[in-house]
T-cell receptor
């Protein structure tokens, strides 16, 4: 199984809503990532988890709250978002963050978020 | 990570070889060249990577110049399904984060 599964595929939310994006992998990977991609732009790194601990936060606003409940799951909790947060949110995983990481990140198909 | 420069777009006829160039003139000795692609509305997909030798796998070939300042990704027989944005990324192996540049939009036409 070389899949990263993201749910939901599409999400529409108001600025006062609280919602969550979910990501799951069963490849035994110990590093997981959230990227954000605006239309016609490259993906931008948001967060990295290594062995279930947050290792990188790219100065992401606190209205985005990541969570890694176990090595297979990664969540992104959303609260009080703005319309400019509308984007494709991509989850990825890799073997780990260390030398054994060949550089191959496995990406999910993304969750397309629209904030009204 | 060293910066990369890629043409914004390229065209290729179906069945022909697609040669996608990438400049990385400030690459360091311990930095690898990675290629990913992103088909519309999908997540990026790893293609290939190399340090200084040419590499080939079932998807593509990677040719790196001797001075390592540039590289070319070759899709030997492009198909319509190869239409995608191709990203050339330079990074130190073992450092997990990927920083995507603007990439090259490859359009394969019948």
């Amino acid at each position: 199984d070389t899949e990263v599964t993201q749910t939901p595929k599409h999400l529409v939310m108001g600025m006062t809503n609280k919602k969550s994006l979910k990501c799951e992998q069963h490849m035994g990977h110990r590093a997981m990532y959230w990227y954000k991609q605006k239309a016609k732009k490259p993906p931008e790194l948001m967060f990295v988890y290594s062995y279930e601990k947050l290792s990188i936060n790219e100065s992401v606003p606190s209205r985005f709250s990541p969570e890694c409940p176990n090595s297979s799951l990664l969540n992104l909790h959303l609260h009080a978002l703005q319309p400019e947060d509308s984007a494709l949110y991509l989850c990825a995983s890799s073997q780990d963050q260390g030398w054994s990481n060949t550089g191959e990140l496995f990406f999910g198909e993304g969750s397309r978020l629209t904030v009204l | 990570d060293a910066k990369t420069t890629q043409p914004p777009s390229m065209d290729c006829a179906e069945g022909r070889a697609a040669n996608l160039p990438c400049n990385h003139s400030t690459i360091s000795g311990n930095e690898y060249v990675y290629w990913y692609r992103q088909i519309h509305s999908q997540g990026p997909q790893y293609i290939i990577h190399g340090l200084k030798n040419n590499e080939t796998n079932e998807m593509a070939s990677l040719i790196i110049t001797e001075d390592r300042k540039s590289s070319t990704l070759i899709l030997p027989h492009a198909t319509l399904r190869d239409t995608a944005v191709y990203y050339c990324i330079v990074r130190v192996r073992g450092y997990s984060t990927l920083t995507f540049g603007k990439g090259t939009m490859l359009l394969v036409s019948p």
